[in-house]
């Protein structure tokens, strides 16, 4: 086949729309919204603080290290300071402290994070990068469903106190471009709040596609990079995938996946 139609339009699995939690601090309400993410089959990056793991009022490091086996266990400062007002020394040591420790205990690299108060500036990214973090969250919402080409900078779609209203228009979201809904907050507010039944909603509203990828921030990064890594011949008769991870595609709009290595298009 010459001049083969390659669309690079697909998840994994051949889905075509993917969600994605993050949620901050890892306070003992972690324990409630994780069962309620393994009830609709979610995924949550979870940002934690080294220095208040174990504590009364946050999640058990055991509970970090059984949680890492289906979730992603993240930064978020071993201090949780505001990291542009540090200097160089703390900054760098209050990075890499935390993810140290955590790497201590799920037994894996870490990638990812999650900016304390949602502030950085320009040192802040080039230390994490610096550090082997990989892509780092804001708070700032974008109310849209794109993906950063800098993933260190990379904006959440909203916050869940407009979970709902975003989760019913991704479900109506046509484009055929890799759409991500990237819904973030803190468990604790739904305690505070009394108002658990909000996530409860939007999972129960996203249930109702069945062509959603439900995978962590770090999934998600490395399906990116991937795609982004493929080399596609000239004549659309070859890709060759140099990553570890699988990307699918419709080539003349059949569904076809590129694992890593080379695959000829027939």
Same mark, same amino acid.
């Given at each position: 086949?010459?001049?083969? %139609?390659?669309?690079?339009?697909?998840?994994?699995?051949? %889905?075509?729309?993917?969600?994605?939690?993050?949620?901050?601090?890892?306070?003992?309400?972690?324990?409630?919204?994780?069962?309620?993410?393994?009830?609709?089959?979610?995924?949550?990056?979870?940002?934690?603080?080294?220095?208040?793991?174990?504590?009364?009022?946050?999640? !058990?490091?055991?509970?970090?290290?059984?949680?890492?086996?289906?979730?992603?266990?993240?930064? /978020?400062?071993?201090?949780?300071?505001?990291?542009?007002?540090? *200097?160089?020394?703390?900054?760098?040591?209050?990075?890499?402290?935390? %993810?140290?420790?955590?790497?201590?205990?799920?037994?894996?690299?870490?990638?990812?994070?999650?900016?304390?108060?949602?502030?950085?500036?320009?040192?802040?990214?080039?230390?994490?990068?610096?550090?082997?973090?990989?892509?780092?969250?804001?708070?700032?919402?974008?109310?849209?469903?794109?993906?950063?080409?800098?993933?260190?900078?990379? /904006?959440?779609?909203?916050? /869940?106190?407009?979970? #709902?209203?975003?989760? %019913? *228009?991704?479900?109506?979201?046509?484009?055929?471009?890799?759409?991500?809904?990237?819904?973030?907050?803190?468990?604790?507010?739904?305690?505070?709040?009394?108002?658990?039944?909000?996530? @409860?909603?939007?999972?129960?509203?996203?249930?109702? !596609?069945?062509?959603?990828?439900?995978?962590?921030?770090? @999934?998600?990064?490395?399906?990116?990079?991937?795609?982004?890594?493929?080399?596609?011949?000239?004549?659309?008769?070859?890709?060759?995938?140099?990553?570890?991870?699988? #990307?699918?595609?419709? #080539?003349?709009?059949?569904?076809?996946?590129?694992?890593?290595?080379?695959?000829?298009?027939?």
């Amino acid at each position: 086949m010459v001049n083969a %139609k390659i669309r690079f339009n697909l998840f994994p699995g051949g %889905k075509k729309k993917c969600v994605t939690f993050s949620y901050d601090d890892g306070p003992v309400y972690d324990y409630i919204l994780t069962e309620i993410f393994d009830r609709f089959g979610a995924k949550c990056t979870y940002n934690l603080n080294s220095n208040r793991i174990d504590r009364e009022d946050t999640i !058990s490091a055991d509970f970090m290290r059984e949680l890492s086996t289906r979730h992603e266990i993240a930064i /978020h400062g071993f201090n949780h300071p505001f990291w542009e007002k540090c *200097n160089h020394d703390q900054l760098v040591a209050d990075i890499y402290e935390d %993810k140290k420790f955590l790497e201590s205990v799920i037994k894996k690299p870490i990638i990812g994070g999650a900016y304390p108060y949602g502030t950085y500036n320009s040192e802040v990214v080039k230390t994490l990068d610096a550090l082997g973090i990989k892509f780092c969250r804001t708070t700032n919402a974008t109310f849209n469903y794109s993906v950063p080409n800098n993933f260190l900078e990379w /904006h959440p779609t909203c916050h /869940h106190k407009n979970g #709902v209203e975003c989760a %019913k *228009n991704f479900l109506c979201y046509r484009y055929d471009n890799l759409p991500v809904l990237y819904i973030w907050g803190h468990s604790y507010e739904f305690n505070d709040n009394d108002n658990w039944e909000e996530m @409860e909603e939007i999972l129960t509203v996203l249930s109702e !596609s069945d062509d959603i990828w439900y995978a962590t921030n770090g @999934e998600i990064y490395d399906y990116f990079t991937a795609m982004r890594a493929l080399r596609v011949d000239l004549n659309g008769n070859s890709v060759y995938n140099p990553t570890a991870t699988t #990307v699918y595609a419709t #080539v003349d709009g059949k569904q076809m996946s590129f694992p890593p290595g080379l695959t000829e298009i027939k």
